[in-house]
Each structure stands twice: as structure tokens, then as C-alpha cells.
């Protein structure tokens, strides 16, 4: 069942609403639907989304939060197109990793790291709205995944270095197209096309329809988001505009190039009509000059032709 409440987005409640501990229920649905196992945020980290201007603030929203296992959970929203995102999101882990540790610290200090990152623009090609990349090592002759040994808690325990290495999640917003039966198709539903069930039962979502609610905004914040809003708008309608005038103009240059080719290839074709007339003419006996006054063609052309 579905009302018509209005929520509000989720890129807004990363900048402004989910920092309250409060409302930490909503982001731990959304890491534990991903992750599959329950995760509990216990604090928020400084994160680079804070130091941003005005123009990435727009574009982009973070979270760096901590959980009870003490695992970094990095959640980037970013809105528009971005090179280089790839990039990005391997500096920002790099970047989490080293912060957290602190120099003289043993290696078992390096912390687990997460980054979700939900986009709202085209990165590439892919049929998929959710991808999860991690680290496998696997034998290159043997093809066995690869475990080591490492020390917890005064024992000696095997481990895979899938359980060491960062995690990445990309989440192609605008890919998804599906009827939302599944929970992590709730959550897309929601990133979309702002709509949430009365009666989920999603984690996190069943939070966010009390938490995210627009009607429950104070008359500031509901200026501040409406204005934001209008600037998503905006920024749409101008990528709107140039991908259609950048289509216009290919096809127009497209059909000046098409024109230009077809009067090329018609000259050509004439002037290999008049080729073989001439031709024909010489081997019928005629001069060069009753020749040349026929085809139009110059005394030098013919002249090469009987040669």
C-alpha cells in the first residue's frame, strides 16, 4: 500500500538529517540490507563532505560513520557527473585508512573499510543497478582462493583477504526499473522515485517514513530543501538542454556530411560517365578537340587517355 506522503530526499537527509544520532536507524538499514548482516553505527567520523564548497556540497553529500566492529562505513551521495570517479573512491578509502591509524600503531589497527556510493548520473556501461566489488586472491594455476593466517584474540585463525581489504558498492540510481519486492528494491524505490510502503518492513525505511518526513520539516529547513529542489531542477534541465543541443547538432552535422558525401560521390561518378565516353569516342576515330568539345573534358585529360 502506498499514501501520499511526501519524504524527503536521501541526499538532503545525508547532509542535514542523518548526522543526529537520532536518526542513525535510517543509514543502518540501508548498510545492513547491502552488507546483509546487521550494523550499528556508534559514531560519526569527520568526512571530507564537510569541507566542501558550496558547488560539491551541491553535487555530493557524505557520510564517514564508525560501527560496533569498529569498520569504516563510507555512504557518498553524488548527483551529477563526476571524472575520474573511479578515482575517487579509491582515494577516499586510501584516505579513511590512513586517517584512522595512527603512526607507531601495529598493522592489526588498520580498519575495515566500506564505501557505498549512490549515483545519480551515467557512469558507464553495465545492465545492473547494484554492483559490489572486492578483493579475491586466486592462484593463477590452481585457481584456489587464497586464506592466511592471522592472530585474534591470542589465537592463531585462518582469514581471506577479502576480509581485510576495502568493499565497494556502486548504486546506479537512475538503472533501476523494477517493481520494489525485494528490500534492497525498497531502498531503490526510494533513492528514485521517493516513495516508501506503508507497511514495509525494509530496515531503515520503516525509520524514514517517521524521521523524513517533509511535513514534519521546520519552516526553515523546508525553505532550505525546497531551494535545493529547485536547483536539482535547474541543474537537470541545463544537462537536459545540452544532451539534446549535443544531439541536435550531431545529427545536423550528420546530415551536412551525408549531403556533402552524396554531391562528392555524384561528381565522381560523372566524371567517370565522361571518362568512358571519352574513351569510346577516341576509339571510334574522332579528335582530340571534337572529343574535348562533347565531354566537357579538358585537352590535357584526353590527352592522357590515349596515351
Known sequence: ?????????????????LRDKANFAVLEGLVTVL???????????????????HEAKFNRGDIKAKNSKGEIIIVEVQLTRQLYYLQRMLYGVSKAITEHIQIGNKYDQVKKVY??????????????YLYHGKTIFTGVHTGDRLE?????ANEIKMTVPEDVFPEYYIIRVNEFNDIATTPIEEWLDYLKNNRIKDDTSTPGLQEARKKLLYMTMSDKDRRAYDAHMDDIMVENDVLDTAKMEGRAEGRAEGRAEGRAEGR??????AEAEKLDIAKQLIASGMSIEQVATIT?????????LTR
Request: glycine content about 6%; proline content about 0%.
Open 115 to 128: 564505501s557505498i556510493n549512490i549515483l545519480y548520473f551515467d557512469l558507464g556501461k553495465g545492465n545492473d
Open 1 to 17: 500500500m502506498q499514501t501520499d506522503n511526501k519524504y524527503i530526499r536521501f541526499d538532503w537527509a545525508v547532509k542535514r538529517m
Open 264 to 269: 562528392a560521390e555524384e561528381r565522381a561518378k
Open 148 to 152: 592466511v593466517n592471522t592472530k585474534e
Open 35 to 53: 552488507l546483509g548482516e546487521k550494523i550499528v553505527i556508534t559514531e560519526l567520523l569527520e568526512s571530507e563532505g564537510n569541507q566542501d564548497s
Open 296 to 304: 566537357k573534358l579538358s585537352l590535357e585529360v584526353i590527352r592522357e
